[in-house]
């Protein structure tokens, strides 16, 4: 935990002493698709498009190719972006930001695969760099563009490593993991979001910046306008709240151990499902809402008595720098989560647990006595985990050598 900190200090000295790189360089970003989910990339970027013209490619690929109604919904999403126009979308997009859906082959496993993808990329980006003044600086979550290193005439490659994709259950690991490794060798720089991964690229030889998650204080505490959660309409309070994928990295143990426990009360999954433990169907008192307008989140969480991160302890949670971590400590509410390396940083910020018993107890304890005056007063450091300030450091280290 005294790296963690340190690296978040040191974060914060460059936010205010360094000079950001000129006004009007231009950034090309790939990333998953913009507005989809609030991602941490979003959340950076968008603090910069006042002084820095962004062009946003949304890519495909990450999720080899099956016959399942996923699939099929995501098709027909890619499908619908490819035949409109790049930048028309359901919301209006900010100034100074343009979103491009170029055309892709849906896998990157073979030979094949990547040179067909590696030729129509340059193809479609080349001519966006085209209508750049200058030369832009290529930032990338995504390892699938490996292949456009040195293929694109850019100022200089920017990968900021948001996660472990290569452990994400249901994604293509291998292919992942083999051009993960090419494009850390052949990037400028690279930035990771947790000490985890911060080593992990250290063992492939590169130095990462360190960036943890930053939140927005005054969207999470602010007292939420009269906002209607049909999802909640009948539901049997207290309300035991999740919100983020709803996958194989969580433990279903955890939650049906609770279930057993509770005398009255929902335990509520909200987000995507992204082929969850089938174990979860047969657990009592559990509510899946589906995903929620993320602005309707802080209203979520008033109707909240506890959020809970209840993840398994796998390889793939290990990575993780999970948003929602800073967003529920935020909120003002008790937390329960899984001890993990992104959750220990913040342990007198909510209760840490590792057995299925423990779960149980911290939510039911918490459920009477709410947050202890400890951790509250501990909470106080999210002031200097502003998006704001993450931003300025990131945007120091885009230029950065």
Known sequence: MEAHVAMGESAREVS????????????????????????SCQHLVGRLLGRHSTTWVNTIGTRKPRFDLDTLRRGVEKLSHWFRRSN??????????RVLNPRMFPSFDSRFARWLNRKLLTSSISAAIAEFDSAPIVVTTIPLVADLVGALPVRRWVYYCVDDFSLWPGLDGGTLRQ????????????????????????????SAHLLTHGVDMDFWSASPADTKLPALDGLERPLIVF??????????????????????GTIILT???????????????????????????????????????????????????PLKLKEYLATGKPVVGRDLPATRPWHDCLDLVDTPDEFAS?????????VPDSQRLARRRLVDEGWDAKAQAFEHWLCDA
């Open 16 to 39: 205010r002493a360094a000079p950001p790189i000129p006004d009007g360089v231009p950034l090309l970003v790939f990333a998953d698709d913009w507005g989809r989910h609030p991602s």
């Open 88 to 97: 028309s979308a359901k919301t209006p997009l900010p100034a100074n930001l």
């Open 179 to 206: 051009m993960e490794t090419e494009l850390v060798r052949r990037v400028d720089v690279t930035i990771a979001v947790s000490e985890t991964l911060q080593n992990r690229l250290a063992s492939m030889g590169r």
């Open 243 to 264: 919100w983020g994928v709803v996958d194989r990295r969580m433990d279903s143990a955890f939650l049906s151990t609770l279930s057993a426990r509770m005398q009255r």
């Open 271 to 321: 987000g995507p499902q992204a082929d969850p433990d089938p174990a979860l169907s047969s657990v009592a008192r559990i509510v899946r809402t589906g995903p929620l307008p993320f602005e309707s989140l802080p209203a979520l969480a008033t109707e909240a008595a506890v959020l809970i991160m209840p993840y398994a302890d796998l390889p793939v949670t290990r990575a993780i720098q």
């Open 362 to 370: 911290a939510v039911e304890r918490r459920l009477v006595d709410g």
